[in-house]
């Protein structure tokens, strides 16, 4: 009877859990600036599903990438740890790279699903494309996508499905032997293993799309983790014929507007299964817009400087929260990071979790829930090039922001850096563009944010470096070498 009565207790519990724990959606964009959708100011890019997904949930204007550049995003939105405490922080991955996120990092996939989640990835990955780093290694149940950047090239000893497509002439016997060599040909991966190369990346949003309705239509009757990251609109540019040449900005805003007929299409799909009133929604972007490449890149919009550099052009991105009747809408100029959607998850889905590897998050969900102030202090910026790995570029506490150190661009200008003397001082309240300098003025607050700096950098542990090892093998441009 007491047998009975225990598995019927935790029967409950479990019917319980997976009819109240919310299904969560994450939508992680590559490169898309601050300014880039028609929500947060761009006159041109028509995104009217992200917008309606703002005005029904939350817009937050001071929220933060923990890098910016790709890889150290996605593992700090991952782990709710600063890339440096994952050896994930100095470098992105490559096809050449033997590494990635550590086996060792406890995942907010594996959190999940330790708690009755279903989970997958649906996109890039940018975090080792190696047996043991994929997806699938670290607590997704199922992966689709283009395990890094859309400019890279093909790793050629990489495990091939049995049903695999070759297109543009390609076979096994050239991919073994010189498929590394062809820019922007990139594999699409399922689970382990190519499926298809090169892939066809015109249709790669569009087929993300559809892996994501078929894996929440699967998955309906059970909560669900689901995290969509689009390769766009990191270069090079592609869109689906239905997109290209409709936006008024170009092939790039095209990308966008295909990402945001996405997103309306994956709502759709949540309502149709009824399950949109269950369902968090989380957009963002890993890092801020590639000006390097003129009118291909992006807008950071009022913000100053780009990817690559520690300025909030370079870090500072779009956020938009949305569950119907549990977010409070609004726009909240309060501080948050990609660091705090480990946290904040758990908390929306009421999951315990006393023993969190997640240092650097901090759970939002009252401020999504009542509109309360963030338990977000303070944002520390550091950057992948030179000084040593765990330097502190720039910190912000409340709207005070000091900049210790100036950057190059890493791979094109590794040593351009300098350090600020006097050090640079923003109220980024009144002043979001980093234009005037207020060091002179206050120097009992750049010696406050000084200490901060200097105490926080002192309390870090560095991960071992993951970009250490390489396939020796592999061909590999000179500054790689």
Not at 67 to 73: A, E, G, N, Q
Not at 186 to 203: A, G, R
Request: with cysteine; glycine share 8%; aromatic share 12%.
């Amino acid at each position: 009877m007491k047998l009975f009565l225990c598995t019927f207790i935790i029967l409950c519990h479990s019917l319980s859990f997976a009819q109240k724990a919310p299904n969560i959606i994450i939508i992680f964009a590559d490169d898309l600036g601050y300014g880039d959708l028609s929500c947060y100011g761009h006159p041109t890019i028509h995104t009217p599903n992200l917008d309606k997904l703002a005005s029904e949930g939350q817009k937050w204007t001071q929220f933060y990438s923990a890098s910016h550049i790709c890889s150290p995003s996605r593992a700090a939105l991952l782990t709710g740890l600063y890339p440096v405490r994952t050896g994930t922080d100095s470098h992105v991955f490559f096809e050449w790279s033997a590494q990635g996120l550590p086996p060792s990092t406890t995942t907010l996939a594996e959190a999940l699903k330790a708690n009755g989640y279903k989970t997958a990835c649906v996109g890039k990955w940018h975090l080792g494309h190696l047996d043991g780093y994929l997806p699938t290694d670290h607590g997704f149940d199922e992966y689709f996508g283009v395990p890094y950047s859309n400019d890279m090239r093909v790793d050629p000893k990489m495990k091939v499905s049995e049903n695999v497509l070759f297109r543009e002439g390609m076979t096994l016997k050239k991919m073994r032997t010189r498929g590394n060599k062809v820019d922007n040909w990139v594999p699409l991966f399922e689970n382990k293993s190519i499926i298809e190369y090169p892939c066809d990346q015109k249709t790669l949003t569009s087929r993300y799309t559809e892996a994501s309705i078929s894996f929440i239509n699967q998955h309906k009757d059970s909560p669900f983790f689901l995290f969509l990251s689009h390769n766009m609109p990191h270069i090079p540019l592609f869109a689906s014929q239905a997109f290209e040449g409709k936006s008024k900005r170009g092939l790039y805003g095209d990308t966008i507007e295909e990402m945001d007929y996405s997103v309306g299409a994956i709502l759709a799909a949540l309502k149709d299964n009824g399950i949109d009133n269950n369902t968090l929604v989380i957009f963002t972007s890993d890092n801020g817009p590639d000006l390097t490449y003129n009118q291909n890149g992006g807008s950071a919009g009022l913000l100053k400087g780009s990817k690559f550099y520690a300025t909030e052009g370079g870090q500072r991105v779009p956020a938009i929260f949305w569950w119907p009747n549990q977010i409070e809408p609004g726009v909240i100029s309060e501080l948050g990071s990609t660091l705090d959607i480990f946290e904040t998850c758990l908390g929306m889905a009421e999951i315990k979790n006393p023993n969190s590897t997640a240092l650097d998050s901090f759970d939002l969900s009252p401020t999504l829930t009542e509109q309360s102030e963030s338990p977000r202090e303070n944002f520390f910026y550091f950057s992948s090039s030179t000084p040593p790995r765990g330097t502190i570029y720039a910190v912000r506490q409340g709207s005070w922001k000091a900049h210790f150190y100036t950057s190059g661009i890493p791979h094109y200008e590794p040593s351009a850096v300098t350090q600020n003397d006097p050090v640079l001082l923003y109220n980024l309240d009144q002043d979001p563009g980093e234009n005037y300098n207020l060091s002179d003025q206050y120097p009992e607050i750049t010696e406050r944010l000084q200490k901060l700096s200097h105490e926080f950098e002192a309390s870090i542990h560095l991960g071992p470096n993951q970009f250490l090892k390489k396939i020796s093998e592999q061909v590999r441009p000179e500054w790689a070498q």
